[in-house]
């Protein structure tokens, strides 16, 4: 059924209806616009991260009792019908992780043990092995709260702090996500705190086998044989950890603070991310900095800006997407704005110029980050994901910034242009791809030490990242990048599935990854009769739902089939359209049933709805939900159609 609740139609939607619904949901996202033009939506993720801000509360003995009643509320309500317990995204499988946090936080809130509700997880979770089988950072939560010993957790000395880059197992050569959250983790495996817990809230009968008795804490998943290898060596490292120097331990706890103190990043937090920041407010508290320190004070007020307070219910942020959502934001506003119809265009573009001033302010031109350890001759010229995080920007915010400043063609934008552009090159890694972050933070040999169980602790180059800055360099039209752009072209090709689709690394998924790599083609000038474009063009046809939508799930990430989902969605059935018209087929009948499906999904406010998750932060261990890819997207596609319908060439001649 429709919004509106009544049947979808076969019909091509007409003019008019194309035209109300591109109208209606520019006025919506007009109005998310703040002030000082920027845009933010909230970004979700599962039960985990409300549920650890909850212990964290109680490990410091800080405990707000009506905003964990939120929470409380929060965790009951997105608490599995079926299984019982938690899932990683809407209508997921059972997460035995997730599940124990969850529960030991509405413990703590207060629930009693045996309702119903507490009754099913505990049930659940014992059936699927109890607490000694959650993830390495489920057991050091754990094992900070006295509720499992440090031994089972993986070593991990804070000695590696110490190790320099070519050192295999040196810090870094990890992912800055994981450096950033290793790095007081380190500290806190050192020191082995033990929460204050003031309400002595523990979850012994959440163990199958008292924790004391446990033997096998490390068990895998061995994803090769140099799991088994290196889970050999955290045996014969564990007895000699004791006869360190206490000179170099001290040394090593030292370079962990002093990594740490430079990226702290005022009120943004260490990284920008949740875990990070929650390890630093810990790791302070052990050290024994007194909380009214400077800068205990900002670790705490960066944890707590994270938080989402409503009437009735809270939750916390795994981290804010402001410069994303701001440059998404825009590049839907100037397509609906463009054109012989478009809505607004001098307002918008208004509007938009006070986006853009925004952006080039937040723009990092003064801070090498980590990522110069590989290039340090490379000068600064990327945006971050979060409001601030200077050491970490990202070529994929880079990217589509860029080709919003490009495309709104305000010449003030020149400097903040050419900066990017360098940056994007430089950062190319040398398979020709590009990851988020880094280059070449490829040595996937640490995803099979035991600390990396959730398979995630690189960065290395992926197709989606890849198509936005072949896009952006593209879009730009310099002849002298040629060189870099089919670099970049090849990896693609050599990367497409078999299927004809690209893997989607941080949206959801194959429909999102092949949306990217048929822009970027487009953009640089691939032929749209190329027997890849064509092989992606089919899949995505073969993937369209009865409806005339598209939806996928996240279980794509887990051996689920590629580009499909048990009901069509908002954001998916936007990249499949824009992905299509990318590929030159604007007025193929696939294209013409998704503009229809959308514009009868629209509600009278000129949005759209969507509860699935349809982002990944690590693939199987960690997903997300965007609440502005429903809005954004969908304008976008209804407005390209449109716009293309009085196109000459009826060829999108952007990035994006």
């Known amino acids: 059924m429709a919004a509106d609740g ?14 109300r619904a591109v109208t209606n949901a520019h006025a919506a996202l007009g109005k998310r616009q703040q002030a000082d033009g920027h845009w933010v939506y909230e970004l979700e993720a599962d039960a985990t991260i409300p549920a650890e801000y909850v212990l ?25 019908k079926d299984h019982g317990g938690w899932p990683l995204y809407h209508n997921g499988k059972f997460d035995l992780s997730a599940s124990v946090k969850a529960y030991f936080a509405l413990k703590a809130v207060g629930d009693d043990i045996n309702a119903p509700h507490m009754r099913r997880a505990r049930e659940a979770i014992l059936d699927h092995g109890g607490a000694e089988r959650t993830n390495v950072f489920t057991r050091c939560q754990l094992a900070l709260f006295g509720d499992a010993p440090w031994r089972a957790t993986p070593v991990m000395p804070v000695e590696l702090m110490l190790l320099p880059r070519k050192a295999f197992f040196s810090v870094w050569n990890m992912s800055y996500w994981s450096r950033t959250v290793v790095a007081p983790l380190l500290v806190l495996a050192a020191l082995k705190p033990i929460a204050i817990n003031p309400r002595q809230i523990h979850v012994r009968e959440l163990f199958v086998t008292p924790p004391e008795v446990v033997k096998d804490w490390i068990r895998g998943p061995y994803r090769s044989v140099w799991g088994r290898v290196f889970k050999g060596l955290d045996t014969v490292l564990r007895p000699v950890l004791p006869f360190i120097p206490t000179k170099t331990h001290d040394k090593a706890i030292k370079a962990a603070v002093d990594f740490i103190e430079p990226r702290l990043n005022g009120e943004d937090g260490l990284g920008a991310i949740y875990p990070a920041m929650a390890n630093v407010v810990m790791m302070y508290r052990a050290l024994g900095v007194p909380d009214e320190d400077p800068r205990a004070v900002t670790a705490w007020k960066a944890v707590q800006k994270l938080l989402v307070i409503k009437d009735d219910e809270a939750y916390c942020q795994p981290c804010v997407s402001p410069i994303w959502d701001t440059g998404l934001s825009g590049h839907a506003m100037l397509e609906a704005a463009s054109g012989p119809n478009g809505v607004a265009p001098e307002e918008t573009l208004t509007e938009l110029r ?43 915010d880079t990217a589509v910034v860029g080709m919003l400043l490009h495309r709104e063609g305000d010449p003030a934008n020149a400097e903040a242009l050419e900066r990017a552009r360098q940056w994007i090159i430089g950062m190319q890694s040398t398979n020709g791809g590009w990851g988020a972050f880094d280059i070449d933070n490829n040595k996937d040999l640490l995803n099979h030490i035991p600390f990396a169980d959730h398979g995630a602790l690189l960065d290395p180059p992926t197709a989606d990242v890849t198509a936005r800055c072949i896009s952006f360099l593209a879009q730009l039209g310099h002849v002298e990048d040629q060189a870099v752009i089919d670099r970049a072209i090849e990896y693609l090709r050599k990367d497409q599935e078999e299927d004809g689709s690209w893997f989607g690394r941080w949206g959801t998924n194959y429909i999102y990854g092949t949306w990217s790599v048929l822009c970027a083609f487009n953009a640089a000038g691939i032929s749209h009769d190329d027997p890849a474009v064509v092989k992606a063009v089919e899949w995505l046809r073969s993937v369209q739902g009865a409806d005339g939508g598209w939806g996928e799930g996240c279980e794509s990430y887990e051996g689920g089939a590629h580009g499909t989902y048990g009901e069509s969605l908002p954001s998916q059935t936007a990249w499949a359209t824009l992905g299509l018209m990318a590929a030159g087929r604007r007025d193929d009948p696939a294209v013409a049933k998704g503009m229809a499906w959308l514009a009868e999904q629209q509600d009278e406010n000129g949005e759209w709805h969507e509860d699935p998750y349809n982002a990944v932060g690590f693939p199987k261990v960690f997903y997300l939900r965007y609440h502005g890819y429903k809005q954004f997207f969908p304008l976008m596609a209804l407005a390209r159609y449109r716009n293309l319908e009085s196109s000459n060439s009826r060829r999108v001649a952007f990035g994006f």
């Open 354 to 396: 006070k986006a853009s001033a925004w952006l080039r302010d937040k723009q990092i031109l003064d801070v090498k980050g980590d990522w110069a350890i590989n290039k340090p001759d490379l000068a600064p010229g990327g945006w971050a994901f979060q409001y601030g995080n200077d050491y970490y920007p990202d070529v994929d």
């Open 6 to 19: 009544s049947a979808f139609s076969d019909a091509p939607v007409s003019k008019e209806t194309l035209d």
């Open 56 to 80: 964290l509360e109680h490990y410091l003995d800080r405990i707000d009792d009506a905003l964990e009643q939120k929470i409380g509320n929060y965790l009951r309500r997105i608490q599995s």
